[in-house]
């Protein structure tokens, strides 16, 4: 398996324009997550789904972050307008849950490195 | 409170010390604890995960599990300068949160020759 892919792996955009972007979790699995990591708030959970439904998006600063997952092998985060504030690394993570999952681990992409000028 | 709370570091430690790494959680039914090591420009990958109080050992890593006490340990012996990294503690959420990491805000560990 290649792992959970995430694209692009730089983004550099400027204010005001909108972002997407996407990951491919490890086939089978039931549970996605994407993150934020800043220096100075750390890793961040933004939003995760289990079998495609949202379960949790406290973690979404504000309306301008949506994240969707339309079927079990892809998923996005659109980021609309962005802001400088926004630059961060996102990464998207998933996992099999459940007796038959064994470890349990959360697998992580590469990430995507966003810069907002 | 937060959380998840860790060591703050940076931890610096000779070639061949021990590395202690300590990690505290606030929620009491939690049952399982991972340990996360993310190397810089890299994403975080999994070590070392526990459910049952005590240690648990796996080549020069230990984990140590306290639930009394809420708190989870790492020990890396006969430490490498390739062990230098930011190690992250994460529990997993129970009930509604179910699946969900909560992740520490990492302890940065340099192993110096």
């Known amino acids: 398996d290649a792992g959970v892919i995430q694209s692009p792996r730089h983004e550099v955009t400027e204010m005001g324009q909108e972002v997407t972007l996407r990951c491919k979790p490890i086939s089978g699995h039931d549970y996605l997550f994407w993150y934020r990591q800043t220096m100075m708030r750390g890793l961040e959970l933004l939003i995760y789904f289990n079998n495609n439904v949202p379960i949790d998006d406290s973690g979404m600063p504000e309306d301008r972050f949506s994240a969707k997952m339309p079927n079990a092998s892809f998923s996005t985060l659109k980021i609309q307008p962005s802001e400088p504030r926004d630059s961060a690394v996102y990464f998207c993570a998933s996992s099999l849950e459940g007796e038959l999952a064994g470890s349990n681990e959360q697998f992580f992409g590469p990430g995507t490195r966003l810069t907002v000028l | 409170q937060k959380e998840v709370e860790q060591n703050s570091g940076p931890l610096s430690v000779p070639e061949g010390a021990i590395a202690s790494l300590n990690c505290t959680y606030s929620?009491?039914?939690?049952?399982?604890f991972f340990w996360y090591r993310q190397y810089s420009g890299k994403s975080p990958e999994l070590i070392m995960s526990?459910?049952?109080?005590g240690d648990k050992e796996d080549g020069r890593f230990t984990a140590q599990l306290n639930k009394a006490s809420q708190y989870v340990s790492l020990l890396i012996r006969d430490s490498q300068p390739s062990d230098s990294a930011t190690y992250l503690c994460a529990v997993k959420g129970t009930g509604t949160s179910y699946g969900k990491l909560t992740f520490g805000q990492g302890t940065i560990l340099t192993v110096h020759p």
């Open positions: 929620d009491r039914v939690s049952q399982s």
């Open positions: 526990i459910y049952s109080n």
